[in-house]
């Protein structure tokens, strides 16, 4: 929109000044108007002339005035009449670009006096190298609460402490605003984490000069990595079984000179750990780890009646110097005893719910809202079916495509029905999320393709199975759905 308006501003000023030309001509020559020949009069009082004889010999002054006749211009044998038409016209095209010029020029005086205004008066309020210069430490330690995510300040405060300007109690201070300013920005946005691009360099001077105490240090680090990292796990489970879960911290950018390490120490239910697997296997405790990036995946079994528990998830976090390998199984981070010289280790604890359902009650509710209407074409939709000749028999394939997603996860067996009552089943599948979607069906009818079958039905049952293997589902479209008379393409030598 800024760039249609620029051009668009641009396009006027350049007709405004091919114009202002034209217009001051056209009023110049109606200014100066059509000549009207006449009797020729005395250029200097007007005095008929055409009773004066110009013979030789006689007198060459005007018989009224007694000017000379001989000069230029002392005869007059016409006059000019202006044109008002054409000083009209003129004036209308050659006024825009006057006036522009005019209320530019006092709209451009006018900012100028008001900012030169400013500039004086508010000096000390305003956050820019010239303005910070002139302020007390103390005051640009005030500042931060408002200017800690801009250049400006923090590169005054690094220029005093390169000067020896700046007192351990005043970087103190300016750290400990910085501490509140990424608290308060992780109370406000929990799981946003961006880089400190304008602090990097002054708390790499401040921390390699020794001016930061351990405990400051450890505070600057949580408050930067902010609150506990996400447990994403099903809410419901079936008794028996291993219940799935992911760790994931999702912290990409690090403190200058230091990297995040995690690892999942324990679960506990009631204060007791659970045992923790892997798929199919034990799974080591260093395999528990992972860098702030990364995540951790485990099961926990839980064999208990059905109801209401809380499990908590105690994860240690620590920081260490960038270089630093580790010393983990696999190349791992490890548990926090297998940190190397780590600059400082916290621990969160957090608590998930976590219900055991009844027998035949789904993990995945299905919701079956008639208010929401039937799936539309853009949401479900087939694109293509076709049916071609393989080693055994023939198989047909059925490309299923969605557009827009759905109110809810579709998670559905597909049944292929032909007009001869012949049955498919074409398996399962799961579409979530908002991009486009696209995925194919097939089944084997080893017997072949009936010769007089170019259509079929598709059924869609609703089936919680697809879903039930994502954490990040928790409740499924639950009606069923038809599509009629989809066109069979025929590639299996009958139908070509």
């Not at 009207?36 to 005035?65: H, I, M, N």
């Not at 900012?111 to 302020?135: D, E, F, G, L």
């Not at 680090?221 to 079984?241: K, T, W």
Request: overall charge negative; charged content about 20%.
């Amino acid at each position: 929109m800024a760039t249609t308006w620029a051009m668009l501003i641009l396009i006027v000023a350049v007709v405004l000044v091919l114009v202002f030309p034209v217009g001051v001509w056209l009023f110049w020559w109606g200014w100066r108007g059509r000549p009207q020949f006449g009797e020729p009069r005395c250029g200097k009082c007007g005095y008929d002339l055409r009773t004066v004889s110009y013979t030789d010999g006689a007198p060459k002054q005007c018989p009224e005035c007694g000017a000379d006749l001989g000069g230029r211009g002392a005869v007059r044998f016409g006059t000019h009449r202006r044109r008002p038409a054409w000083m009209i016209a003129g004036a209308v095209l050659a006024m825009p670009l006057l006036l522009a010029v005019v209320v530019g020029g006092g709209l451009l005086s006018w900012s100028y006096t008001v900012r030169s205004s400013v500039s004086s008066s508010h000096t000390a309020q305003i956050n820019n190298p010239a303005a910070n210069r002139s302020k007390a430490t103390a005051q640009l330690i005030t500042d931060l609460a408002t200017t800690a995510d801009e250049p400006w300040t923090w590169q005054e405060l690094e220029r005093r402490h390169d000067a020896g300007n700046l007192s351990p109690a005043e970087v103190e201070g300016a750290v400990a605003a910085l501490i509140a300013h990424l608290q308060a920005r992780h109370a406000t946005a929990p799981h946003s984490h961006q880089p400190l691009h304008w602090v990097d360099t002054f708390l790499q001077k401040v921390r390699q000069s020794g001016e930061l105490t351990d405990r400051q240090l450890g505070e600057l680090y949580e408050a930067f990595y902010g609150p506990a990292p996400e447990i994403l796990i099903r809410p419901l489970a079936r008794p028996g079984q291993r219940h799935r879960f992911t760790v994931s911290y999702e912290r990409h950018w690090n403190l200058p000179g230091v990297k995040l390490v995690y690892a999942l120490r324990e679960v506990r239910r009631e204060g007791q750990p659970l045992p923790m697997t892997d798929i199919g296997s034990n799974q080591h405790p260093d395999e528990r780890s992972t860098t702030g990036s990364g995540y951790v995946r485990s099961h926990v079994p839980l064999d208990l009646p059905p109801g209401e528990y809380e499990l908590v998830f105690v994860v240690d976090a620590g920081v260490m110097a960038e270089r630093t390998p580790f010393a983990g199984r696999g190349g791992m981070p490890g548990q926090a005893a297998r940190w190397v010289s780590p600059a400082h280790v916290w621990t969160y604890e957090v608590p998930v719910t976590v219900r055991l359902v009844e027998e035949g009650e789904p993990i995945v509710p299905v919701v079956t809202d008639a208010a929401l209407g039937d799936l539309s074409a853009d949401m479900l939709s087939v694109e293509r079916a076709l049916v071609r000749a393989e080693e055994q028999g023939v198989s047909l394939h059925v490309m299923l495509v969605s557009e827009a997603a759905s109110p809810h996860a579709l998670s559905y067996r597909v049944r292929a029905e032909l007009t001869d009552g012949t049955s498919l089943d074409l398996g399962r599948f799961l579409r979530y999320g908002g991009d486009r979607w696209q995925q194919t069906r097939a089944a084997t009818l080893p017997a072949g393709w009936p010769a007089d079958v170019n259509a079929l039905d598709l059924h869609f049952e609703p089936d919680v199975g697809p879903a039930e293997q994502r954490l990040d589902v928790f409740e499924v479209w639950g009606r069923p759905h038809v599509i009629r008379n989809v066109p069979v393409e025929r590639y299996d030598g009958d139908g070509e």
